[in-house]
């Protein structure tokens, strides 16, 4: 990498540095990447999470400062609804110049849809690289995760804008394989934009198969063949449907539990008694810090990734995948996530869904238990898949390596 005054990123978040997100799919990478560039990071923090958790920030705070890294921070606003985001475009973009010419940032690069606004504005005014970081699809996103009507103007303009952001793009960073052939296809060849795949990497020395068994005995769980789903719990992570699924397990397998591992323990609940199908002695619902998932993913027997079918799914790297394989967890998908089935199928290390009918959860189940029967064998081959694909050193890299293309080009 290039080092000297030209070395220097902007990088725009819209999430807040205390989210999980960041936690593993932001900080790991610039923490690495410091020892190479100046890097400064624009966050839109949320006072709710500050006050929340102050030794946290503080903790976050220091470490950035450890490593040469400047935070600026914004407050994130909800509300009003769409003027609030049109707010802190605005305001994003007058301390980015502010950054940018104080610091002769020479490269931007803008996490996901807020930030890409940003930094096109930036781009329209300013001699700067950009790098956008597409985590979906603009337009889509909304109409799956925040109520647009697809087709409607919102959509309309969202899609249209991202076109344009595209275009303006000097590099782009996508999740999947599938992504970057999809958004290959619908660019002009005679546009000079370097498209790139970063699937949500993860650091390998801190998710790692733990043998020791003494946890899954503390829970009383020794006796249990424990499936386990990690993460947020939005409508389209089809939390219903692996209910069903853990359901029809338990026919073929007696002793199966559910471990769910999520911040949103009410919500799960809250299912649970709202279906009277479940048994509440059949599962746990816990809220674990990063730094303690891999001892509890280690003692699953089996992972599970549930995602709705949607035009968005494409783009999808849940950084869960990585996490399971890297504790050597085999892997329960539905279809049509991202590079997931591909990977799944061609490594054998778990099984995809055909469809939500309990004739493919039976069928799946069955599969499963025949991939476990030899766990040492399917154990090494998931922690394999992780080094190969998901490895932070991998993703930094990467990011490395476009970096230096933007700054030499």
Known sequence: MTKGPE??????????L???????QVLPYFFELSSELKIHLLSFE????????PDEFERIKDKLQERGIVWHRLAYHKYPLILSSFFDILLGFIVSVF????????????????????????????????????????????TEHSGWKKGGLLYQLALGFEGRAIKKSDAIVVLTKKANAQLKNGIDSSKDILIETVPCCIDLQMFNYDNNQNLKDEMGLAEKFVLIYSGSVGTYNLLSEMFDFFKEALEVIPNAHFLILTQHKDTVATLIRQRKDIDSDKTTISYVPQEKLPSFLSFGDAGLVFRRTSPTAIAA?????????????????????GDLEDIINSNKIGVVLTDYSRASYREAINRLLSLLED????????????????SLDRGVRAYSSIYNNLISG
């Not at 205390?18 to 593993?24: A, M, Q």
């Not at 949320?46 to 958790?53: A, D, G, N």
């Not at 950009?130 to 996103?141: F, Q, S, T, W």
């Open 317 to 337: 790297s849940p950084t869960k995948f990585g996490e399971y394989l890297a504790c050597g967890l085999p892997v329960v998908s539905t279809p049509q996530i």
């Open 46 to 53: 949320k006072k709710t999470s500050i006050k929340r958790e």
């Open 18 to 24: 205390l989210e999980p997100i960041p936690k593993s």
């Open 375 to 390: 766990r040492n064998a399917v154990r090494m081959r998931c922690r394999k898949v992780a080094e190969e694909i998901f």
């Open 7 to 16: 070395a220097k990123i902007l990088y725009i978040t819209y999430l807040g």
């Open 99 to 142: 950054i940018i010419l104080r610091h002769r940032i020479s490269i931007v690069h803008a996490r996901s849809n807020i930030p890409i606004a940003i930094g096109y504005v930036l781009k329209t005014f300013l001699p700067i690289k950009l790098l956008y970081d597409r985590r979906g699809i603009m337009g889509e996103d909304h």
